[in-house]
């Protein structure tokens, strides 16, 4: 199985910056694409962003410019560097991938969440 745990998350105030980091561990042969979501109370998971095997990056329209994506292979981990943060950045982050994992099969897997929360 695989885990992922998150950190970096906190208060900060509007137009302030945080980085998020997400460690995997467990038994890993491989990790295909990773990414970041975010949730609010009552609406659903939306991508914030994601990066490829190969470093190929995408973000939502909401966050392009403001954020980066980025990660290191050698580490199994994946940061969200957030600049020029607003109120409505607010949310519960997840981090995610897809991992080839026990039994040799592919699988996703997500973290547990840590809270941004931006004041105006």
């Known amino acids: 199985q695989v885990q992922l745990v998150e950190s970096g998350g906190g208060l900060v105030q509007a137009g302030g910056s945080l980085r998020l980091s997400c460690a995997a561990s467990g038994r890993i042969f491989s990790i295909d694409a990773m990414g970041w979501y975010r949730q609010v109370p009552g609406k659903e998971r939306d991508k914030v962003a994601s990066i490829s095997s190969g470093g190929r990056t995408n973000y939502a329209d909401s966050v392009k410019g403001r954020f980066t994506i980025s990660r290191d292979n050698a580490k199994n981990t994946v940061y969200l560097e957030m600049n020029s943060l607003k109120p409505e950045d607010t949310a519960v982050y997840y981090c995610?991938?897809?991992?080839?994992?026990?039994?040799?099969?592919?699988?996703?897997?997500w973290g547990q969440g840590t809270q941004v929360t931006v004041s105006s």
């Open positions: 995610n991938g897809e991992f080839l994992s026990s039994g040799y099969t592919w699988g996703d897997y």
